[in-house]
């Protein structure tokens, strides 16, 4: 039953230029992608972004108006879903109440007409793979949520399907339950080796379980990459928004492509833009990777700051700040972690430095991310 990872360079799946509407809303506009046997690929994005549209695509539960789908060289772009090789996962677990754990699983199986102990023999070994040996003799309404979730992946899984589409699997579940479960599928996951596109809106749950992410954004991939490509080197605003915390200072292009103006401060920026001297740009730093209470205040994008606003999150601090050189409307927010809240001594109101590395600092257009151009 466990599937090694192909080690072919061809993509398992090829999604090419797929797009969808309903009447005159475009619910996904011209979607490319190629992925890999045996890799965990989230689709992230907000609702309404078409994430769930593809996933329904790719299943056959949807007709795409244009392109085509290719899976292990074949095409399936306009196949039946009980003609293509994929088990699915819903939100709502979709099992059938009126039989057993062991019968749902089992259910895909008896529809191929193998032989009752063949049948007995996996649904034993796949209720142990989720780690409910015990529960087959139950019905639904007897469960948890996680386990019927449990048993719901289980049936997926029965018929070792190449392709697992799980469409937004732990968001009924509540966040202890989903902390756990989003771990035990992606071990699952890596056990089995199957290709597995996992549709999420939960930024968290991608940056843990994915090989890559693809971020999406009105029916359109905004960026694609490992999580911490995603996390560290957003493509764009949106992404840089969407994922995670991250400021945004409205400023100008500098002088030269490694330096962008903020109010009345002038940042260094390792990474250099292209833009031309006076543009109007953002300009992105992650709360963490501020650096708080440093000693050399000559050096470059270092300044003081008062605090505004001091919240306790158990292992780490996260500070509101003001600097008056950018103005009464701009804020950066900070995090800490708890010791060194302590060795600083912060407290409300408190006047310390801060730097803000070159390396970590992202410079966009004004015009990707809606936000105007400071003074």
């Not at 796949?126 to 948890?144: A, C, I, T």
């Not at 957003?234 to 992404?239: G, K, R």
């Not at 950066?332 to 970590?360: C, F, G, Q, W």
Request: charged share 25%.
């Amino acid at each position: 039953m466990e599937r090694s990872k192909g080690t072919s360079s061809e993509p398992y799946l090829r999604i090419i230029g797929v797009t969808k509407t309903f009447g005159n809303l475009v619910a996904v506009d011209d979607f490319s992608l190629d992925v890999m046997e045996g890799e965990f690929i989230c689709l992230l994005g907000p609702s309404g972004c078409g994430k769930t549209t593809l996933l329904r695509i790719i299943a056959g539960l949807e007709e795409p108006n244009t392109g085509k789908i290719y899976q292990a060289g074949r095409e399936i772009t306009h196949l039946p879903p009980r003609e293509r090789d994929f088990g699915i996962v819903f939100q709502s677990y979709a099992l059938f109440p009126n039989l057993t754990a062991a019968q749902n699983i089992a259910y895909g199986l008896q529809s191929r007409k193998l032989p009752k102990e063949q049948i007995a023999k996996r649904v034993a070994e796949l209720l142990e793979m989720v780690g409910l040996p015990d529960v087959g003799h139950k019905y639904p309404s007897q469960l948890s949520g996680g386990q019927q979730q449990r048993i719901a992946l289980a049936r997926a899984l029965a018929t070792s399907p190449g392709l697992l589409l799980l469409d937004e699997p732990l968001s009924a579940l509540d966040a202890r339950v989903r902390v756990s479960l989003r771990l035990e599928i992606k071990r699952l996951q890596r056990r089995v080796g199957v290709t597995t596109i996992f549709v999420t809106h939960d930024q968290e749950e991608a940056l843990v379980m994915a090989d890559r992410i693809v971020v999406m954004r009105a029916g359109r991939i905004e960026q694609v990459g490992t999580p911490e490509e995603i996390y560290r080197h957003p493509a764009t605003p949106f992404v840089a928004d969407f994922v995670g915390v991250m400021n945004f200072l409205p400023g100008y292009a500098g002088p030269t492509p490694n330096r962008v103006r903020c109010g009345s401060l002038e940042f260094q920026c390792a990474n250099p833009h292209d833009l031309a001297p006076d543009t109007p740009v953002v300009l992105t730093i992650r709360p963490e990777d501020i650096r708080l209470g440093v000693d050399d205040l000559s050096a470059p994008n270092t300044t003081t700051t008062r605090v505004e606003e001091i919240e306790f999150l158990g292992s780490f601090y996260r500070l509101m700040l003001r600097l008056e050189a950018l103005g009464d409307t701009t804020r950066l927010v900070a995090e800490v972690s708890s010791n060194r809240m302590r060795d600083l001594k912060i407290e409300y109101k408190s006047t310390l430095s801060i730097h803000l590395p070159p390396s970590l600092l992202h410079v966009y257009p004004a015009e990707m991310s809606g936000i105007e151009a400071g003074a």
